[in-house]
C-alpha cells in the first residue's frame, strides 16, 4: 500500500492550490479516503472524507466552503482543493484511508505554506 501526496507549497493569502494523493497497492474505489492535517505544535485534524465511489463528501467547519474533496478512480487519486487560503491553514497535509482490519494508512504528507 503507498499513499502518496504532492502539490503542497507556499501561498499568499486568499490564494488556493491543489493536493492530490496518488494511491497504489489496494482496490482505491473499494475505499473512503480522508485528507488530515498536522499544524507545528497541533494535534492531527481530520478535514474532509469522500466516499468510495465519489458520491459522498463530508467536511470539517474550519475547511466547509474553502476546501473541496474530490476523486478519479480511474487514475487512483483524491484531490484537495484548496481556495481562500488563510496563513492558519500552514500544516503538513495527509490522505489516509481506512484498510481491512481497521488499519489506518497515511502518506507521507505535504506541506502547505501560507503567508500574511
Known amino acids: 500500500v503507498q499513499l502518496v501526496e504532492s502539490g503542497g507549497g507556499l501561498v499568499q493569502s486568499g490564494g488556493s492550490l491543489r493536493l492530490s494523493c496518488a494511491a497504489s497497492?489496494?482496490?482505491?474505489?473499494?475505499?473512503?479516503m480522508n485528507w488530515h492535517r498536522q499544524a507545528p505544535g497541533k494535534e492531527r485534524e481530520w478535514l474532509a472524507v469522500i466516499s468510495s465511489g465519489g458520491t459522498s463528501t463530508n467536511y470539517a467547519e474550519s475547511v466547509k466552503g474553502r476546501f473541496t474533496i474530490s476523486r478519479d478512480n480511474y487514475m487512483n487519486t483524491v484531490y484537495l482543493q484548496m481556495d481562500s487560503l488563510k496563513p492558519q491553514d500552514t500544516a503538513v497535509y495527509y490522505c489516509s484511508f481506512r484498510g481491512a482490519g481497521a488499519i489506518d494508512y497515511w502518506g507521507q504528507g505535504t506541506q502547505v505554506t501560507v503567508s500574511s
Open positions: 497497492g489496494f482496490t482505491f474505489r473499494g475505499y473512503a
